[in-house]
Nanobody
């Protein structure tokens, strides 16, 4: 499985971005895909996850109502729609796979993309 994120960039507070995670070699029946983010010097934070078994799950409530995960299995892509962005959303965003279910800990996820930088200015 290979994961490639894209869609990051520099935006202003209140703007929206949609991140993409193209997953090559992924069997959607057996893998969940989660979105995470990390700020330098801090632990990686799980955001949302999607799987065939569970649907969509929030891994944190800090982005509920603003961030939405979705997938297009024909395009082998998982998206993270981010609305009403805030400066504190600035981070490197990663997607990762977990076997069958959405794990609630980072250790559940074993394949990671290289990340895409999101910077939100005031």
């Amino acid at each position: 499985v290979q994961l490639v994120e894209s869609g990051g960039g520099l935006v202003h507070a209140g703007d929206s971005l949609r991140l993409s995670c193209v997953a090559s070699g992924l069997d959607w029946d057996y893998y969940a895909v989660g979105w995470f983010r990390q700020v330098p010097g801090k632990e990686r934070e799980g955001l949302q996850c999607i799987s065939s078994k569970e649907g969509t799950i929030y891994l944190t409530h800090s982005v509920s109502g603003r961030f939405t995960i979705s997938r297009d299995t024909v395009k082998n892509t998982v998206y993270l729609q981010m609305n009403s962005l805030k400066p504190e959303d600035s981070a490197v965003y990663y997607c990762a796979t977990s076997w069958v279910k959405c794990g609630d800990a980072e250790s559940w996820y074993d394949n990671w993309g290289q990340g895409t930088q999101v910077t939100v200015s005031t």
